[in-house]
Nanobody, 123 residues
Framework: QVQLVESGGGSVQAGGSLRLSCVASGRIFKVNDMGWYRQAPGKQRDLVASITSGGNSNYADSVKGRFTISRDNTQNTVVLQMNSLKPEDTAVYYC?????????????????WGQGTQVTVSS
């Protein structure tokens, strides 16, 4: 089984910073793309940032220049550093990873999600 466990959410005032971490564990053959999504009440879940296993990153326009995504392939960990936070960043943040497993002779590649962590930014 594969699990993604997030940490680091919380409450902060506008202009502050938070750091989210997500670690993948279990019978993992390879962790491919990793990323962070967020979902505000009544809205769809949207991509915030993603990063390939080679380190290429992609950001939503709304967070460019404020958020930085990074990963440690040796620890199967992805981190989202969030600076200059705004009230509109308030949401539940989810970690997602595309992971290849090899329980037997076959490979299986699936998307896995964390349980979500609340980020609240007050004005």
């Amino acid at each position: 089984q594969v699990q993604l466990v997030e940490s680091g959410g919380g409450s902060v005032q506008a202009g502050g910073s938070l750091r989210l971490s997500c670690v993948a564990s279990g019978r993992i053959f390879k962790v491919n793309d990793m990323g962070w999504y967020r979902q505000a009440p009544g809205k769809q879940r949207d991509l915030v940032a993603s990063i390939t296993s080679g380190g290429n990153s992609n950001y939503a326009d709304s967070v460019k220049g404020r958020f930085t995504i990074s990963r440690d392939n040796t620890q199967n960990t992805v981190v989202l550093q969030m600076n200059s936070l705004k009230p509109e960043d308030t949401a539940v943040y989810y970690c997602k990873a595309t992971i290849t497993t090899k329980p037997g002779i076959n490979f299986y590649t699936n998307d896995y999600w964390g349980q979500g962590t609340q980020v609240t930014v007050s004005s």
